[in-house]
């Protein structure tokens, strides 16, 4: 649901290791997802995407994973590099397709550890 | 290719003082528009979204508005500040047709009330 009100929680990786970042999403109608990055001080930035009929799709050094079953959507970062600490929030979208409300998560801070 | 613009970057006001934040798009035609709202260290709050000029749907009673004069420009406005409406204030796009459901950020405006 929306993510108002709620304090980002924190993962800390070291450089050169994976991270996996987690969301949750409300709706079981959700056909379409995205992942973003969000800069400090800069508006989110998109990643990488994926519809309801995928399980996974893979990007450079990123893969999302989805799992319809239990509404549950991953962002997989490899060799994780100082230039990936950043807040990521999920978005989930519901038909009818192309409108208009987008659901976002609460949000992860990933913070890169020299 | 499309880009987001929105002005101004950062913005300092008195509490009671009226408020216009722009956005406007380029590149492409009949976008969907959406303001959102992001506190500091929070996640994304909707706002307002057009579907088209002069359709705005509110999905926060408080004290801004929001209007759609052109096709690709819609903005953000309030009669009286409040200090809570100090926030991190976003735009985004997406072309609202059916299968492409891609939604894109502008730079945001940092407001501060005091």
């Known amino acids: 649901g929306e993510s108002v009100g709620l304090h980002l929680p924190t993962l800390s990786v070291q450089e050169g290791d994976n991270s996996i970042i987690n969301c949750a999403y409300s709706?079981?109608?959700?056909?379409?997802f995205i992942w973003y990055k969000q800069e400090s001080g800069k508006g989110p930035q998109f990643i990488i995407d994926?519809?309801?009929?995928?399980d996974k799709r893979q990007g450079q050094r990123v893969t999302v994973l989805l799992n319809k079953t239990v509404k549950h959507l991953s962002l997989q970062i490899a060799a994780t590099q100082p230039g990936d600490s950043a807040v990521y929030f999920c978005?989930?979208?519901?038909?009818?397709?192309?409108?208009?409300?987008?659901?976002f998560g609460t949000g992860t801070r990933l913070k890169v550890l020299a | 290719s499309q880009t987001i613009h929105q002005w101004p970057a950062t913005l300092v006001q008195p509490v009671g003082s009226p408020l216009s934040l722009e956005c406007t798009v380029e590149?492409?035609?009949?976008?969907?528009l959406y303001w959102y709202r992001q506190a500091a260290g929070r996640g994304l709050q909707l706002l307002f979204y057009?579907?088209?000029?002069?359709?705005i749907s509110s999905e926060v009673p408080q004290n801004l508005s929001a209007s759609r004069p052109q096709d690709r420009q819609f903005i953000l406005s309030s009669k009286k500040l409040l200090l809570s409406d100090s926030s991190f204030y976003l735009c985004?796009?997406?072309?609202?047709?059916?299968?492409?459901?891609?939604?894109?950020f502008g730079p945001g405006t940092r407001l501060t009330v005091l």
């Open positions: 709706n079981s109608a959700s056909d379409y």
């Open positions: 994926i519809r309801s009929n995928m």
């Open positions: 978005a989930e979208n519901s038909p009818p397709g192309g409108t208009y409300k987008y659901i």
């Open positions: 985004a796009w997406s072309t609202g047709l059916a299968g492409d459901n891609e939604q894109f």
């Open positions: 057009s579907v088209g000029i002069g359709q």
């Open positions: 590149g492409t035609s009949n976008p969907n």
